[in-house]
């Protein structure tokens, strides 16, 4: 049984085709990478995945469940959560308020007025959990806002991450990082997938990130799939040598 | 911990100051009533700030659920029973279900779309005290009426009389709302209306239903303005169509930009300064609103989160 599904989807905005029928099946478990230059569509696909934007043809099944015209909150009790390319947390309040607010609403406590010491301790424990996952703890009382571009990508994945999905969509997750923090980050995503066997989409544009990475890669270019496949399936496409990787490994 | 300390210091303080106002206020030139207004305006302020510093919302047109409160009050009173408690309970209650209502309407709107939907029903109701002159009064005002002692059978308190005993009496409705928005805030759902102000996408894939939360907290914000305006109809005898208007809602906005929005006693500085101010200037000028106006762009320009901001600030460093 697979996870995630997606049938031939399609958006058109006005005449452009951002993405034209691509398709992919992610297993439980797995680390799916979708590559592709820059405006290939690969953000404007995740929109899609995760309902920020509705497609103007195709089916997404998410859990044996068509989620296609789900809205975004209903896919995130689902079990999908997702990063944004443009880092997207909350800069005015505290490393530990970010992740604790991502607990509670976790924990169907967004509308409590109050919680029992026990409920409280729980997830108190969790964020600290998070925290020390990601290696945070330090810098527990800072205000995110104040933190480094890396330190808060590392924040808004694992806000994320405490939401417990069953797959995590990740938009860029290196971009725009040194070498230093992109390693820490690409430690971080290849930690999740080992200690907590999470089945993750990330989307790159640097292949070589993504080669030793992923273990199924989708290529798109302006919109439609060049390819779909293993690392090295991918790698000796002809299509994509000529496309993509002869610039990019050059 | 050190934090925490300055917090329960700044609390202290600024209950001492409302628990003793009535005692000193005269000997630096104020009067009790104007003490009483002060904690009104500041309750508006405080409600409205709820929506605007914690929830990240917008709204111009408050105005309207104060003025409802306070019609509310006023038309039960003279018309309907003679009781202060029974005039605020349906002030009150009118000001809660008209907000319900137009929030469901507006609530999918954002920033400065909701804030102009929000003065435009404001205004609705002003024209409707404006014009329905033989129950409203229309421009002259609900008049002819003035609040009743409160008889709880073994005691009664004579707030119309007795200016000292008005202000405690609305002292205790002030600290009760003032309770209660605090342990709104401090508590989980409280931490999901910030983060809808801190970022709303990631707040909505976090997997919380934006509009839903945001409804509430208007609601929320909606219901102590209401009840401000019961007071305010109370401590005046009087309706005024004008507390309806745009330009009282944009006064709100003000106290709480004044004071700094993103403390939680700073609409409270706010509606002080701003009606201290206004009392002291109007007395010599008819043209207070400049002054006012002037004080407030100063404010805005040198500590753009307002004059708790500064103080604030300066603890950090
Ligand atoms: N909301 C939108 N409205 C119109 N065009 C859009 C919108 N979002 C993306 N596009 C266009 O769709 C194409 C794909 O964009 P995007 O999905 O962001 O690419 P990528 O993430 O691969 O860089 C681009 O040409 C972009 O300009
Ligand atoms: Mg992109």
Redesign the pocket.
């Given at each position: 049984m697979s996870l995630l599904r997606v049938e031939n989807i399609t958006k058109r905005?006005g005449s452009?085709v951002?993405v034209g029928g691509a398709s992919l099946t992610v297993e439980p478990g797995q680390l799916y990478a979708v590559i592709?230059p820059?405006?290939?569509?690969?953000?404007?696909f995740f929109n899609l995945i995760s309902g920020f934007l509705t497609p103007t043809s195709g089916r997404i099944i998410f859990n044996e469940e068509d989620v296609t015209n789900l809205l975004p909150a209903k896919r995130v009790w689902r079990g999908m959560a997702r990063t944004f390319q443009i880092t997207e947390v909350f800069p005015e309040l505290s490393v530990f308020e970010n992740l604790q607010i991502a607990v509670e609403t976790a924990s169907g406590f967004r509308l409590r007025m109050r919680l029992s010491p026990s409920e409280k301790q729980k997830v108190c424990a969790r964020t600290e959990e998070l925290l020390e996952i990601s290696g945070l703890s330090p810098k527990a009382r800072r205000l995110v806002g104040e933190l480094s571009h890396g330190d808060q990508r590392a924040i808004e994945i694992m806000m994320a991450l405490a939401l417990n999905p069953r797959l995590l969509l990740l938009d860029e997750p290196t971009a725009g990082m040194g070498d230093q923090e992109t390693h820490d980050i690409t430690q971080l995503i290849r930690r999740l997938h080992r200690d907590q066997k999470l089945a993750m989409v990330l989307i790159e544009h640097d292949m070589r990130v993504v080669l030793h990475l992923a273990e199924r890669i989708m290529v798109l270019a302006e919109g439609c799939m060049l390819a779909e496949g293993t690392p090295k399936e991918v790698t000796s496409n002809e299509a994509v040598q000529s496309a993509y990787l002869g610039t990019a490994a050059a | 911990m050190d934090r925490q300390y300055q917090k329960y210091v700044g609390d202290f303080i600024i209950w001492s100051v409302l628990l003793t106002m009535p005692l000193w206020l005269h000997l630096v030139g104020g009067y009790t009533p104007l003490g009483t207004r002060v904690l009104i305006m500041a309750l508006a302020a405080m409600a409205l700030n709820f929506l605007l510093g914690y929830t990240g919302v917008l709204s111009f047109g408050h105005a309207a659920y104060f003025g409802l409160g306070a019609y509310g009050a006023g038309l039960t009173i003279k018309y309907l029973i003679p009781n202060t408690l029974a005039g605020m309970g349906v002030g009150l209650i009118v000001g809660i279900v008209a907000a319900a209502i137009i929030g469901l309407l507006i609530i999918r709107l954002r920033g400065i779309y909701f804030a102009m939907v929000t003065i435009a029903f404001g205004q609705v109701f002003y024209f409707i005290a404006y014009r329905w002159n033989n129950i409203t009064g229309g421009d002259d005002g609900l008049s002819g009426w003035s609040r009743q002692p409160i008889d709880l059978g073994f005691f009664k308190i004579d707030i119309l009389h007795d200016e000292k005993a008005f202000y405690y009496f609305v002292l205790f409705f002030f600290a009760i709302s003032v309770a209660i928005m605090a342990a709104i805030l401090r508590s989980p759902f409280g931490r999901t209306l910030l983060a809808i102000r801190e970022n709303e996408r990631r707040a909505r894939f976090l997997g919380i239903p934006i509009d839903r939360h945001v409804w509430m907290s208007w609601l929320i914000s909606c219901t102590f303005v209401s009840l401000a305006g019961t007071l305010y109809a109370l401590l005046n005898n009087f309706a005024d169509p004008h507390d309806l208007r745009w330009d009282q809602s944009g006064d709100f906005v003000m106290m709480a930009v004044l004071g700094g929005m993103r403390s939680f006693w700073g609409p409270l500085i706010g509606a002080a300064m701003f009606v201290v101010l206004q009392d002291y200037v109007s007395s010599m000028t008819s043209n207070w609103m400049s002054f006012i106006g002037l004080f407030f762009v100063l404010v805005v320009l040198f500590c753009p989160r307002g004059v708790l901001g500064i103080i604030r600030r300066r603890q950090v460093q």
């Open positions: 905005f452009l951002a592709g820059n405006g290939a569509g690969k953000t404007t | -």
